[in-house]
């Protein structure tokens, strides 16, 4: 079962949240390991999205933004672009498009960030936009202030929310075909109850990097293994971790409420488009290749429409009542 939990340290200007992606994960792998024409994602890449799902979760939970938020990964590799989408009420899809091979334990340089020209781009599409508003974007390279490549994904979100947002964020990510999994720690502008009561209106004392109460805890989030994060259930994360602070949680976000993979794509609206070929069309191309097969370019997922299947749509099209034409 998927789940967000979110949490708060009494009297401390900390918040945190768990992420753990279960059969919604596996969905998104087994419509693209189904599919024939791309098959699989290789290891890296399926590992990579899961952590950038993870991640997108947890960040749009974060803001709370009415809208969607994409992340894309995009560079100079042989991973051309990976992108993931969360709705505001945390519905998620992602994808990938591989444009070369890509070996085993393969590096997030060296799928993406060759030459170091890989960026992290991160998009608020707002839901109703206003005539001519677009959506906003802050765009990050895949390195350090040094300049030197960052291996990690968490590391480039850390260092997104440190310039875009001015907050200190410590995250953990983790993934494999059967999880994606994600902890976020994040200092707050408010000390105390203030955090509950929604206060917004206190000077900022704290200094980014210096506020002991934070970078007490970020060291404990750090001490999480991937192994643990994608094992655990969240609530023996957080007792692993921090048993000994005093934590306030909200209640768990599950099923309809929380995060839970949904793609635009579905058989009627493939229906739909066979039915735009017209039917004399559609009978050749079945006539030649026995089926009909169309992939959703997002999800990977493939569906199939046999000589019967196809006769359908044009049957159904057919005997449709004309929709009245008069306001009622």
């Not at 024939?36 to 974060?62: C, H, I, K, N």
């Not at 259930?233 to 309809?256: C, I, N, Q, S």
């Not at 997002?298 to 049957?315: I, K, L, N």
């Amino acid at each position: 079962m998927s789940e967000l939990h979110k949490f708060l340290f009494e009297g401390l200007p900390v918040r945190g949240m768990v992420v753990r992606l279960d059969a919604a994960w596996k969905e998104i792998l087994q419509r693209r390991a189904t599919n024939s024409e791309t098959g699989a994602d290789p290891q890296p890449v399926r590992a990579l999205l899961g952590e950038m799902t993870a991640a997108s979760v947890l960040m749009q939970a974060s803001i709370q933004f009415k809208g969607a938020l994409v992340m894309q990964i995009f560079g100079d590799g042989p991973l051309k672009v990976a992108v993931t989408e969360v709705q505001s009420d945390l519905r998620f899809r992602t994808t990938a498009k591989v444009v070369g091979p890509i070996a085993d334990g393969a590096s997030l340089s060296a799928m993406v960030n060759v030459n170091n020209e890989g960026r992290c781009a991160i998009t608020l599409d707002p839901q109703d936009k206003m005539p001519g508003q677009q959506p906003y974007q802050s765009l990050v390279p895949l390195y350090g202030d040094q300049h030197e490549k960052l291996e990690q994904l968490s590391s480039v979100l850390e260092h997104f929310m440190l310039q875009s947002q001015q907050i200190d964020t410590t995250l953990v990510l983790a993934a494999n075909d059967e999880c994606a999994a994600g902890l976020l720690i994040q200092r707050m502008p408010l000390k105390g109850e203030g955090n509950l009561a929604g206060a917004v209106t206190q000077h900022h004392e704290d200094e980014i990097g210096l506020n002991e109460d934070y970078n007490r805890i970020a060291i404990l989030a750090r001490s999480l293994t991937a192994q643990e994060l994608l094992t655990l259930d969240p609530e023996d994360v957080m007792h692993r971790l921090f048993w000994e602070e005093k934590v306030l949680r909200y209640p768990a976000l599950t099923g309809a409420e929380g995060p839970r993979f949904e793609c635009s794509c579905s058989r009627e609206r493939v229906g739909r488009m066979i039915l735009s070929l017209g039917q004399d069309e559609a009978q050749a191309i079945v006539a030649e290749r026995r089926t009909i097969e169309v992939g959703c370019d997002f999800c990977g997922m493939q569906y199939v429409f046999d000589a019967v299947d196809t006769a359908q749509v044009f049957t159904a099209a057919a005997t449709q009542v004309p929709a009245p034409t008069a306001v009622q």
